[in-house]
Nanobody, 122 residues
Framework: QVQLVESGGGLVQAGGSLRLSCAAS????????MGWFRQVPGKQREFVAH????????DYGDSVKGRFTISRDNAKNTLYLQMNSLKSDDTAVYYC???????????????WGQGTQVTVSS
């Protein structure tokens, strides 16, 4: 069992930066693939990034490549998402998730946080 709590969302101007954090609890946190997803009202949840337990495999959604960076600190049980050069299209609720597979599919993630709102003003 893993519990996830996101933080760091807020309001930022276009071109600015934010760093999201996801604090995890549970003894097996280090064994999970961790991901970030985002969702806007009326749309499906979108894959943003994922990272394996070792950090050896990382992938990003096409819309954030080159601007966002995912990382994790297993000693602190924390996942991060550094978001730079933010655009209004990045406005969404951002969720962290934990799963057992390296995948971009939401159905393959077993545990989810409650989400944190990111709003980018143009």
């Amino acid at each position: 069992q893993v519990q996830l709590v996101e933080s760091g969302g807020g309001l930022v101007q276009a071109g600015g930066s934010l760093r999201l954090s996801c604090a995890a609890s549970g003894r097996t946190y280090n064994r999970y693939v961790m991901g970030w997803f985002r969702q806007v009202p009326g749309k499906q949840r979108e894959f943003v990034a994922h990272i394996t337990w070792s950090g050896g495999s990382i992938d990003y959604g096409d819309s954030v490549k080159g601007r966002f960076t995912i990382s994790r600190d297993n000693a602190k049980n924390t996942l991060y998402l550094q978001m730079n050069s933010l655009k209004s299209d990045d406005t969404a609720v951002y969720y962290c998730a934990a799963g057992g597979r390296v995948t971009t599919r939401t159905d393959d993630y077993n545990y989810w946080g409650q989400g944190t709102q990111v709003t980018v003003s143009s």
